[in-house]
């Protein structure tokens, strides 16, 4: 895997780094891939429970990467934002879809495409200099990787609105009051091992109920009630059919802690 994106596993927790710092982690052609490619292979790996999704250095990521989309706009291309079907796109479906849990240590600045990966995450653990900035209109485009999905999930019609069209930066504070933050620590040096021992603690929990539950969220929030019935219905029978759910219900019985495998 190349060096941009950083692998790291500590048990069942996958730890994946954009290493870009020196530009703020801004999202070229061979990070945008390594991404794109890494979160198709953990969706299959069984020995993977949870994922980190984090930034070096100062931020956690700028978004795309402009002077690389300069260079492509004036080569003549045809098709100067394929990236977005390319990458972006495959990159939200797979994050968003990845059945086990997701947690975002966004220490520093998450704007543009590097804000809409954050927001895909199931948790986001911030810190003081933490800020999100929906930068698309700035350049003048619109929304890409999954913002204009998530934003009014995560904070209404009308607030998703205005922070995709005024552009401004929303400081951690705000960030946290609004609901883009799940936590705000104390300490930006806090941030990333918030993050994986949250990671951590959902890696030792119900790996399959997990993706179930969010197979089910990404339903019931958009559906009808009957097809929110309809999927909690297929969910129950998936998870009431795994051994975390036997071996969970007979400790639970007994008065024991329950320990489970994921599986």
Known sequence: MSDVLLVERDGAVVSLTLNRPDSLNSLNRELKASLRDTLGDLESDPECRAVVLAGAGRAFCVGQDLREHVEVLESGSTDPLGTVSEHYN????????????????????AAGAGASLALLADFRIGGPKTSFLM?????????????????????????????????????????????????????????????????????????????????????????????????????????????????????????????FTGR
Do not use: C
Not at 90 to 108: D, E, H, N, T, Y
Not at 168 to 186: K, S
């Open 90 to 109: 495959p990159i939200a479906a797979r994050l968003a879809g990845l059945s086990k849990p997701v947690v975002a240590a966004v220490r520093g600045s």
């Open 135 to 259: 930068a698309f209109a700035n350049v003048g485009l619109a929304a890409d990787t999954g913002a204009s999905w998530t934003l009014p999930r995560l904070v209404g019609l009308a607030k998703a609105t205005e922070l995709l069209m005024l552009a401004q930066p929303v400081p951690a504070d705000e960030a946290n009051r609004l609901g883009l933050l799940t936590t705000l620590v104390d300490e930006d040096d806090d941030v990333l091992p918030a993050a994986r021992a949250l990671a951590a603690r959902l890696a030792a929990g119900p790996t399959m109920a997990y993706g179930a539950i969010k197979r089910e969220l990404a339903i019931g929030s958009t559906g009808s009630l009957a097809e929110a019935l309809a999927g909690e219905y297929e969910a129950q029978t998936l998870t009431g059919a795994s051994a975390d759910h036997r071996a969970a219900t007979a400790a639970f019985v007994a008065k024991q802690r329950p320990e």
